[in-house]
């Protein structure tokens, strides 16, 4: 039982090192999580059920992706960033959505990718710059 976590760990440990290592850095990371998380931090600890609507287009898109991955009433739990491999690939903002209570066996929870933006758009977006002034 020891032999195959040990190496399940040192499979994880070379995989981490290799894509932290050999990765594209982009400019501003830094800057660009903290946009991506705050662009989306109205949805924290925000519940959500088939009759929720809202004025806002955005959120009303980010319930259809719920609703479409099979989550018609939960609670987004956190909201967290995906860093791009090199800028041909996206960010990635995700909410960890979860159902039901922590004390029933019928909790279910998904990490749901809810926007995903190139670099190089991300950097051009007009709310990203007003971000930074």
Same mark, same amino acid.
Request: net charge negative; glycine share 4%; aromatic share 16%.
């Given at each position: 039982?020891?032999?195959?976590? !040990?190496? !399940? $760990? ?6 981490? $090192? ?17 946009? !991506?998380? *705050?662009?989306? *931090? %109205? ?5 959500? +059920?088939? @009759?929720?609507?809202? *004025?806002?287009? @955005? ?7 719920? #609703? ?7 609670? /987004?739990?956190? =909201? ?12 990635? /903002?995700?909410?960890? /959505? ?7 066996? +019928? ?9 995903? =933006? !190139?670099? *190089?758009?991300?950097? #051009?977006?007009?709310? %990203?710059? +007003? $971000?930074? #002034?």
């Amino acid at each position: 039982m020891l032999i195959p976590l !040990l190496i !399940l $760990f040192i499979g994880f440990a070379i995989y981490w $090192f290799f894509w932290h290592q050999s990765r594209q850095k982009m400019e501003n990371e830094e800057e660009k999580i903290k946009f !991506l998380k *705050s662009k989306f *931090s %109205y949805l924290e600890d925000k519940e959500f +059920n088939k @009759e929720t609507k809202s *004025s806002d287009i @955005e959120f009303n898109e980010i319930l259809k992706i719920f #609703n479409d991955k099979g989550f018609k009433k939960g609670r /987004v739990a956190e =909201i967290g960033v995906h860093l791009p491999y090199d800028d041909e690939k996206p960010w990635k /903002v995700y909410a960890l /959505v979860k159902k039901g209570h922590a004390l029933l066996f +019928n909790d279910k929870e998904d990490v749901i990718i809810i926007f995903s =933006i !190139l670099d *190089s758009e991300l950097e #051009n977006l007009k709310e %990203y710059k +007003n $971000f930074l #002034n």
